[in-house]
């Protein structure tokens, strides 16, 4: 099942450097666009979007760009933006509400450092929340650098499959 191999990703993180598999494991259809995002002091300095079934053979030639300060796209997107000018050559991402295809996950933000909470006790609370039913079985977490993002895989189940829901004003 994609949850528990989406969470055993998330926990080996960052051991041998940045892996693309938690992001192919989140996004789960080879016909979308995943957005790529640098921050440099707050502002994002540069992007690009890869389409998914191609994501595994050029993430190598950005990787080393990737290793502080940047984040991808949860949700997936139906086409990039303007071609050759983003992160290694790349086309820019186009992340608007109207060119979204997927929702991948649902995540909640959890700034933990504000209450003086490590994100590791906060990860143990979470758990303890999931145990006693409270809320519903994580499907992984991120640190964020400030707390931690708690993720959830939506799924799109009337074919019985694991593809995420389509993106639509409605949802």
């Not at 259809?29 to 995002?37: A, E, I, R």
């Not at 190598?60 to 300060?69: A, L």
């Not at 959890?110 to 143990?124: Q, R, W």
């Not at 303890?128 to 799109?156: A, F, Y």
Request: charged share 20%; with cysteine; hydrophobic share 35%.
């Amino acid at each position: 099942m994609a949850t528990a191999a989406l969470s055993q990703f998330c926990e080996e993180y960052g051991r041998d450097g940045m892996s693309v598999d938690p992001i192919l494991l989140i996004h789960r259809q080879p016909d979308c666009y995943v957005t790529f995002h640098l921050i440099r002091d707050g502002d994002i300095v540069n992007d690009c979007a890869v389409k998914l079934s191609s994501l595994r053979d050029v993430f190598p030639e950005f990787r080393g760009e990737m290793e502080r300060d940047f984040y991808f796209s949860l949700n997936s997107f139906y086409r990039p933006g303007q071609q050759g000018c983003g992160i290694a050559g790349l086309p820019r991402a186009l992340r608007k509400a109207k060119t979204a295809r997927y929702l991948n996950v649902f995540f909640v933000d959890i700034d933990c450092y504000k209450l003086g909470i490590e994100s590791g006790t906060m990860a143990g609370h979470i758990l303890t929340m999931q145990d006693h039913g409270l809320i519903p079985p994580i499907s992984g977490m991120i640190r964020s650098g400030q707390g931690l993002w708690g993720l959830w895989l939506l799924v799109d189940q009337p074919d019985g499959t694991q593809r995420p829901p389509t993106a639509h004003s409605h949802r």
